[in-house]
């Protein structure tokens, strides 16, 4: 079943939804939250969501050994409670409402963009301005230390692998880590290791010796020739090396 929902009610895309606005409403001066009239404790609470979520999607994730259903209703109330906050506080409409609102602010938290208001340049494209898309990714590990990784557009999420439009390169930053550590949150850690691929599905050898340890990778589109107009890292995701 399709998820159009302004905040998606399936686990998969909340997660990539809640990772994209609880960083972008950090970003900016002011930061993107004031600048939407948020009070303090919503954008607290909005950073609360992901931090609570964060050590639960890794463990629904991995199906042979941290997911169970009680895993699963506790992210699906966090999806709810998120709901609520929005209906309860209208922070969306807040963001529609802002006096200076942009086409990323809106496309950002899945706002419609064809009644823009505001007093900015709201005409974009990928030639222009850089990518707002994340990259879908999916990870399968497929022994002897490798990992498949595909990715695809946040608007298709399934189906044959592929790169956004206009962007000839998917750029990956990755760490192997121990179960138990937590993950990393910044993809500019000096710690990880930097990798690209011109396909869409890859294989990512990791080494043998990592079986049973973590991979930890963030993705983002980007542009051999004008790296200008590469697109935002996504979330750390991860995986057991097998």
Request: hydrophobic share 35%; proline share 6%; net charge neutral.
């Amino acid at each position: 079943m399709s998820d159009n929902s302004i905040i998606p009610r399936s686990i998969d895309k909340f997660n990539l939804y809640l990772i994209r606005t609880a960083a972008y409403l950090l970003l900016g001066t002011p930061t993107n939250w004031s600048r939407f009239g948020w009070l303090t404790t919503e954008n607290t609470q909005w950073q609360g969501f992901l931090t609570a979520w964060k050590p639960l999607y890794l463990l629904y994730s991995d199906k042979k050994g941290g997911y169970t259903t009680g895993i699963r209703d506790q992210l699906l109330q966090i999806i709810q409670d998120c709901v609520n906050l929005c209906a309860t506080n209208h922070l969306l409409l807040s963001i529609q409402a802002t006096r200076n609102v942009t086409i990323t602010d809106l496309q950002t938290f899945n706002l419609p963009t064809d009644e823009v208001t505001g007093e900015t340049p709201h005409h974009a494209t990928a030639r222009i301005a850089p990518a707002t898309d994340l990259v879908y990714p999916s990870l399968k590990p497929v022994g002897g230390g490798v990992v498949r990784c595909k990715c695809f557009t946040e608007a298709a999420q399934s189906g044959r692998p592929h790169k956004l439009e206009g962007f000839d390169i998917v750029e990956y930053r990755y760490e192997i880590i121990a179960q138990g550590v937590a993950l990393p949150t910044d993809p500019n850690l000096a710690t990880l290791i930097d990798g690209h691929s011109s396909k869409s599905s890859f294989l990512l050898p990791t080494g043998t010796n990592n079986s049973g340890k973590v991979l930890v990778i963030f993705f983002r589109w980007a542009h051999s020739k004008h790296p200008n107009l590469d697109g935002p890292w996504n979330g750390c995701i991860s995986t057991i090396i097998l």
